[in-house]
């Protein structure tokens, strides 16, 4: 069963993808490791860090994706999820510092020991341990998201009202992770890693690996997502997005279907998020700020969100262009990015993948009446380019008019 | 009885004194200072039985300079207050002085017997002076000082005293002067003294209890002691309730004012904007603005900056609103959740574009005078500001109220609230309201942005901190209904000051938005939700 879902995820679309996906994780880490330095085709170790960061990024824009584009539940929380698997994952990175802090302290981090704490946490126990740490990046971000989901969707706050309070829950996590007596190094956050499941965590060779391995969680992330859509389930999800109402008086669990999107697309930011925090090095409470998770949906809007590909596309987009323009104008970026939001609203609903597949979808229509009125004889189109225009496909769905109508 | 209080005042300084006689006729001030002017200790003392003599509370501050060794005399014959720093003041006018420098002056030396003279007269001054609040005062610090040396000047003042509320804090003082003095009192005036003390109810009162239970030697004693401590426990519980209360109403005012031009245009056109914020940061800069060139320009005006800001900061927030709406919003209906994003967008602009033209920094916005300063109201503390804020956030309520609902523009929003298509179908311009709408919630914004510029950093970031709590109190309270807000805004303001004591401003803050979340899933249309099957989309 589950091979057949495989397979029927698997269109030609989405073998590129995961095809390129996979070739950037075999060859970015074999350009950076073995050929020498200065060589014109060599990856920069800067860059193989950057670009991680970016590919997280990415997975976590498809995690927003899978609910914004396909369910329409547009959560302005969702950075929420990601700082919640980057501390899971910070906790376990701490844990491997051992007595090699400022403190020397075998099991205490050293802001604890700093805090004058005797023992650890009970939600410290256990984070040593690689195994247990990856289940928690796994759980306590799906947790979390099944709890929030549950309430929210059984109690159908929909719309504007569930952006709110999905903003309401990120901010209420920053100011707790703010606070030092949570036990999770307060403002500072955790940071000052060693090692990463026995290798150095500075060393270029982890670095590359920790690249493959976001590289691949992408392909994984992008096979999952791309197996909700094109299974029933996904098609009910693109139902509720466009009327839920009547999704439900067909008789629809709308709720479960909700649910059951959000939890995924939680598990992925979590994931995202636990990549993250190794190749940048540190973890703290900005990462809750809501603006950072209004950020991340403007990844999806600008890459086209309702496709897989576009977040994917917006996320790595976006953030080359902060790169780029923190560093030449500081001043600048706020305008560029606001302006970012407007432009995309107003003039690209559907992002840049939505403008390059309708510009297609105009072109072959043009071929396509062009031949006709050519070869008015000849009534039999070319084998593959068929005499009406296609519509789009159903992951190509526009988004336009997705949202539930202004109350009325 | 006019001659009375001059008289015994003329009658206690004589014994006090044992001035060989009075002078003829009361002086003026400015005749007697001089005087003073390489002065011996026998003409001093006669400058100051002159001195009070006047009966002029304004003689107090020279007094009082002589006898903390603060006068000072110059070889051109002046004479001046200087307290080591600050300003050098002329003795008679209280006016600093130009052309005196701090190396011209001579101390006026005085002993220790006219040290004392000195003191008695300043209470006597105060304490037997014509104005009630100058005897309210004087009676506090020497509830304060508790000094055994004033008991007979209290004791006299007591008995002149005639009104209740003076004579009140004269006997506190002299009952703490009394407990102070460690001489051995009788039962009676014990529990007298620790009642009247009790009677104040303040933490200073309870430190003098506490102090003098150590030292209570008797059992009644003690009981009397834990009573008042008890009494005054209970009404410190009472007034830390009204005080919470108080400071409840004060930061729900702040957020009804943040919050309602958002509940104005979210209940009409569904929409939350996320530019609010930014319109209150603008409201805040045009009071800014208005101050700076009254500063340069019309420096007597300050106290009217707000009279001027006030409706410039309407009308600019206004437009600016009109325009996002025209320009932006109108494009995008139907789409609530990309106009988010796109006023989102407008808000980093808007943040953004400040920061380069009036810098990242804080701006400094004055109070008027009206604003600065407290007052004591039944045993708390209340600041002008806050007050003004709390009155204003009432007068701008009541005339939205008055706009939606006595206005035509008023019955247009409301009826494009409940039902727009058949508002529209009616003939209602719903662009229009849509319009004006917006242009309303970002006026009120810029108003909130001028009593908040009063209580809060100036800054671009201004308006980010507002935005949520905004949000908060607009999910909460519900919408289309302005009485939600108001009583989403003071409900949120009250529990969040409630809950501070217990577990801290952050944390009340996380219970707050916790509430807020599991409220939403009871009523997910808010407190005051509009009935009927058109809300439901």
Known sequence: ?408 | MPFARPFAILLFLLALLGAAAAPARAQSPAEIVPTMFDASLRELEDAVAALVATGDPAVVPVLRALGDGNLYETDAGGIYIFSGSGPILDAVTGEPVEGVVEGDLSRIRINNSLRRDVAAAIGNLTLMSENDRTRMSAAREMFSTADPDNIPLLEEAIAAEENAGVRAVMEQARAAALLASGETLTEEQFSQAIAAIASRSDRESLAILTRNLANATTDTQRTAINAGIERINQALAIRDVAQNVWYGISLGSVLLLAAIGLAITFGVMGVINMAHGEMVMIGAYVTFMVQEVIRTSFPGAFDYSLAIAIPLAFLVTGLVGVAIERGIIRWLYGRPLETLLATWGLSLIIQQGVRTIFGPTNRDVGNPSFMSGTFEFMGLMITWNRLWIVIFAAVVFALLLLVLNRTSLGLQMRAVTQNRRMASAMGIRTPWVDAMTFGLGSGVAGLAGVALSQIDNVSPNLGQNYIIDSFMVVVFGGVGNLWGTLVGALTLGVANKFLEPFAGAVLAKIVILVLIILFIQRRPRGLFALKGRAVDA
């Open chain 1, 1 to 408: 069963m589950i091979t057949k879902a495989v397979l029927r995820a698997l269109d030609t679309k989405a073998v590129i993808v995961i095809s390129i996906l996979v070739a950037v994780a075999i060859l970015v880490p074999l350009s950076n490791l073995f050929l020498p330095v200065g060589h014109p085709m060599r990856v920069p170790n800067y860059l193989v860090s950057l670009l991680g960061k970016y590919l997280s990024y990415a997975m976590l824009a498809l995690a927003l994706d899978l609910i914004w584009g396909y369910a329409g539940i547009l959560s302005l929380g969702h950075g929420a999820f990601f700082a919640l698997g980057g501390y899971a994952m910070g906790m376990y990175l701490m844990r491997q510092i051992g007595d090699r802090g400022v403190y020397a302290n075998a099991t205490l981090p050293d802001f604890m020991v700093f805090l004058g704490w005797q023992d650890l946490p009970w939600y410290w126990q256990g984070m040593d341990m690689f195994w247990f740490a990856a289940l928690m990046i796994v759980f306590v971000p799906g947790l979390l998201a099944f709890v929030f989901g549950w309430f929210a969707f059984r109690s159908r706050v929909t719309g504007v009202y569930f952006s709110i309070i999905s903003q309401a829950m990120v901010f209420a996590l920053m100011l707790a992770f703010f606070r030092n007596d949570m036990g999770f190094g307060g403002n500072n956050g955790l940071t000052d890693f060693k090692d990463i499941l026995g290798a150095p965590i500075a060393a270029p060779a982890t670095r590359a690996a920790l690249f493959s391995a976001t590289a691949l969680a992408l392909a994984i992330s992008f096979l999952l997502c791309a197996m909700v859509i094109k299974s029933k389930l996904g098609k009910v999800m693109v139902a509720v997005r466009d009327a839920e109402s009547r999704t439900r008086f067909i008789g629809y669990r709308v709720e479960n279907v909700k649910l059951f999107a959000f939890t995924v697309s939680a598990v992925i930011a979590g994931v995202a998020g636990a990549l993250y925090v190794p190749q940048v090095g540190i973890i703290n409470p900005g990462e809750f700020s809501p603006a950072n998770s209004i950020e991340i949906v403007i990844w999806t809007a600008v890459g086209g969100r309702g496709t897989l590909l576009g977040p994917i596309i917006g996320a790595i987009l976006v953030n080359a262009g902060k790169s780029y323009f923190t560093g030449a104008f500081p001043d600048f970026w706020l305008f560029a990015l606001g302006g970012l939001f407007v432009f995309v609203t107003l003039f690209m609903p559907k992002g840049i993948v939505g403008v390059f597949v309708s510009a297609w979808t105009a072109l072959r229509a043009r071929r396509a009446s062009a031949r006709a009125q050519k070869g008015i004889g000849s009534v039999t189109p070319g084998p593959d380019e068929p005499a009406t225009p296609r519509t789009a496909p159903d992951d190509e769905a526009a988004p336009h008019g997705a949202e539930p109508k202004p109350a009325e």
